[in-house]
């Protein structure tokens, strides 16, 4: 039977008890197939699994959807205890960011690129729960999903540079049929939204497509992905799959094609997408 834990400190005790061997997946609730994928693993590689499901006001903008975000916590605690998780440790934002609540992590000048250019305290915010829940939950393995590469990468260089003891483990895009990547933010859209949706994969296709075929121009590789996508492109980006800075020029390493766009006018929905375009 998967427990709900609500305090932190409650949390903490659990997690410091002896011979725990803790996979954590950090969630948003509104779990769809995306997230399971995740919490699988983690009940595959660990003894013990906590799931936390946080919607956390630090990551939204002004203008932002911190309200309207989805909250499915039954749904969620159903698929949870399919799989057999142990915790779900669900705080109250007033227990993680108490009144007297200070510190920050600010991250790296990557928070500045591509998802951080339109929003602009979406990575401290997220580095900085990320930060606490590790702290609380005290994981020996983390799972990620690919489909937030950036985010992912944030993460695990703070892992590094904190000297974490856990390991980052990413894990790959769990698509809907049509090629449309999972997201809580899909709820947003109407079943023609999302077909209309799936040609940012077609996008990712093309430039994998014209990759495999020999070109090797990143402005190329843009283009290609660019003639597929009908929605309004916040950014296209081929990045470097290993330090994510942008590749100007020929791809000669690991590369990441990371992209965002808009869809809808009420609500504006803004989703993320990235494929490999290695050898
Ligand atoms: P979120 O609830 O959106 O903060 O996501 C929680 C975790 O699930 C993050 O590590 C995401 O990268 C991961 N995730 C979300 N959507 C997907 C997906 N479609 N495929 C794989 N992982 C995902």
Redesign the pocket.
């Known amino acids: 039977m998967t427990r709900i834990i609500k305090s932190p400190r409650g949390m903490q005790r659990w997690s410091l008890e002896p011979n725990r061997q803790i996979g954590f997946?950090?969630?948003?609730?509104?779990?769809?197939?995306?997230?399971l994928?995740?919490i699988r693993e983690a009940r595959r590689q660990c003894k013990d699994v906590v799931v936390s499901i946080l919607v956390?006001p630090l990551q939204f903008g002004p203008n932002e959807d911190y309200g309207a975000y989805p909250r499915t916590f039954e749904a969620d605690y159903e698929a949870c205890e399919q799989i057999g998780v142990d915790i779900i440790f669900a705080p109250e934002v007033s227990q993680i960011y108490p009144k007297d609540f200070q510190t920050r992590v600010i991250g790296s000048d990557l928070n500045r690129l591509y998802c951080g250019v339109t929003r602009p305290v979406f990575f401290n915010g997220?580095l900085t729960v990320v930060n606490i829940l590790y702290n609380i939950v005290q994981p020996q393995k983390g799972?990620?999903?690919?489909?937030?590469f950036q985010?992912?990468h944030l993460v695990r260089q703070m892992a590094k540079d904190f000297f974490w003891p856990a390991e980052i483990i990413g894990?790959?895009?769990?698509?809907e049929e049509n090629g449309l990547?999972?997201?809580?933010?899909n709820n947003y859209l109407t079943n023609a939204q999302k077909e209309e949706a799936a040609c940012l994969f077609r996008g990712i296709l093309a430039a994998q497509e014209a990759f495999k075929t020999g070109e090797r121009n990143s402005k190329a590789l843009i283009e290609v992905a660019q003639k597929q996508i009908t929605l309004e492109i916040d950014y296209l980006a081929l990045v470097s799959a290993k330090t994510l800075m942008p590749i100007e020029g020929q791809v000669t390493e690991p590369t990441r094609l990371l992209l965002a766009a808009y869809i809808g006018q009420a609500p504006r929905v803004r989703l993320i997408d990235n494929g490999s375009l290695s050898a």
């Open positions: 997946v950090c969630t948003m609730g509104a779990l769809h197939e995306g997230h994928s995740l956390n997220v799972f990620w999903g690919e489909k937030d985010q992912m894990m790959p895009i769990i698509r990547a999972m997201s809580s933010r």
